[in-house]
């Protein structure tokens, strides 16, 4: 009877998960796609927080330790104090300092933490399919997807933090 039981809860969670990936499909590959045509790195705030996180990097590829976490928690913050540059330092480490990856990569993070959070939250009320759709539709919007538009800038990891905090408040 247990045995039957654990089968049924992998088989939905399978489910689930395939559901997930299928509502993220289309965000993230037409954001991909955006984001290998654009050439143009980040301005104005947003190149604070990638001098700070490869300050760090470059404290950390020197191996100076010390310096590291000086860097890391200490110094070269700028006018306004957010740790958003902790989400760049992990991609600047994965491309060896390459701005525009960094850029990529935590454009890309921020709207995959979204859509996933989007599904969550509309799995509550919906059925997995409607659920899809819908996370679909909503994940190439601006607000979504497109908040990326500031490139960079600290303010594209609020959405998926705030609709992250829903979901758990929820549950």
Known sequence: MKIKTDCWVRLKFSRELFYCLLSL??????QFIWLLHNTQLPRADAVEQLA??????????AHHWGN??????????????????????????????????????????CTLVSCIYLYLLLRIWLAPLLSVLATTLLGVMPSV???????????????PAILAAIYHLIR
Do not use: N
């Open 25 to 30: 499909l289309f965000p993230l590959s037409t």
């Open 52 to 61: 700070t996180s490869y300050h760090i990097f470059a404290a950390f590829k």
């Open 68 to 109: 590291f976490f000086s860097e890391l928690y200490m110094r070269h913050y700028q006018w306004r104090p957010t740790g958003f540059y902790l989400l760049e330092f992990p991609f600047q480490i994965l491309s060896g300092g390459d701005m525009m990856f960094t850029t990529r990569g935590v454009t890309l993070l």
């Open 145 to 159: 997807a497109w908040s990326s538009t500031f490139l960079a800038f600290s303010e594209i990891a609020f959405l």
